[in-house]
Each structure stands twice: as C-alpha cells, then as structure tokens.
T-cell receptor
C-alpha cells in the first residue's frame, strides 16, 4: 500500500521556468511533510518541510504548498536552474508513538538549457 | 555534508556471506533510521532506533538485524546474502523520534555477487 505517491516519474523544464512537482498521500494522520533532493550515488538532501498547520512554506526558490482536504502537496522551484536536475522525493510522517518518514517513489527533474 | 557518516561506502561480497554496515549519526541526534534503495526503487524504510531502543520496524527481512549502541552509533547486519540484497543502504538520523526532519548519510553500496 503506497501511502505517498508521486505519479510523475519524470519532468523536464526549461531553465528559468517554474518546476512543479506533485505528491499525493492517503494517510490522513500524516501531519508533517518534507521534500528531499537526491543526486545519483548520494544520500537524499533535505530541501524544505511543512507542517499540517500551514498551507505554504517558502525558502528561497523553493515553495511547498499543502492542500489537506485534497491530501496533496506540491513543490515549486522558481526559477529552475540546471543544478536542480535530480530526483525529488516527497515524504510524510506523523507525530505518533513510532513514526518514520514514508517516501514517495520520486520524480526525476531535468532542467534543460 | 549532513553530518551522518556511513562506512563502508562500497562493499562487494559473495552470496551467503554476512556484512555489517556502520552509521554514526549527527552530533546530538538520538534517532537512527535505516533505508534501502534498490535499482529504480524508492526509499524503503527498514528500521528505526531511538536512544538505543528499537522504535519502528518496516520491511526488514529476518536475515537483517540492527542495533544502536550506547554511543548512539548504529550497525545494520545483513546475513545469508542473496543477489537481490544488492542495493544502496542509507542511514539517517534525527533529534526526535517522530515528526521531524531526518538527515541522510551518503549511503553504503552493497553488491552481492
């Protein structure tokens, strides 16, 4: 049962344009959401997070939006840069007694010149 | 550099053998997580320890075991290795046991031949 889903395995965006990566979840108990970026043969790097009490969190070029009613979150990257080319994972957790991050399957973003 | 250290970075071993992967968490982090990433797969949660105690268990095979020591470093033991165990094994750490950001190490590449 895939509780966190990233339905787009890949996305190609031109440099300077906006990249929008989407993520859906099914577990309504999730209350903390994160995005990680991963280059080949490296560990995932934390990008940005959002608590369920918010609907938007911004950090530089990265903004995460959360729509709790739709159980959907998205990551916007503006403007996209070639160095943003990587695999992006969304993850979710809940402040339960034994929670851990549940990851989506990832979206490979390619930013072209 | 996330501050999470994993050794070895690369390991090649034969089927039926046993290996131990080691992880030192970030300074001050009490929680350690192990994840597995096979080719073209997402990050699969294996197990979590918090301050020396097992806190959550995921899709960890019975042939695999882990522990967290008093100095908070952790080891993942993989035994009776099979070809399908070839994967990238990530350790991550966090301050709390749930509902927070976790930081990943660079991973240990295991190849079973």
């Amino acid at each position: 049962d895939q509780q966190v889903k990233q339905n787009s395995p890949s996305l190609s965006v031109q440099e300077g344009r906006i990249s929008i990566l989407n993520c859906d979840y099914t577990n309504s108990m999730f209350d903390y959401f994160l995005w990680y970026k991963k280059y080949p043969a490296e560990g995932p790097t934390f990008l940005i997070s959002i608590s369920s009490i918010k609907d938007k969190n911004e950090d530089g070029r990265f903004t995460v939006f959360l729509n709790k009613s739709a159980k959907h979150l998205s990551l916007h990257i503006v403007p996209s840069q070639p160095g943003d080319s990587a695999v992006y994972f969304c993850a979710a957790s809940y402040t339960g007694t034994a929670s851990k991050l549940t990851f989506g399957t990832g979206t490979r973003l390619q930013v072209t010149l | 550099d996330s501050g999470v250290t994993q050794t070895p970075k690369h390991l090649i071993t034969a089927t039926g053998q046993r290996v131990t992967l080691r992880c030192s968490p970030r300074s001050g982090d009490l929680s350690v997580y192990w994840y597995q990433q096979s080719l073209d797969q997402g990050l699969q949660f294996l197990i979590q320890y918090y301050n020396g105690e097992e806190r959550a268990k995921g899709n960890i095979l019975e042939r695999f075991s882990a522990q967290q020591f008093p100095d908070l470093h952790s080891e993942l033991n993989l035994s009776s290795l099979e070809l399908g165990d070839s994967a990238l094994y990530f350790c991550a750490s966090s301050v709390l046991s749930s509902g927070n950001t976790i930081y990943f190490g660079e991973g240990s590449w295991l190849t079973v031949v």
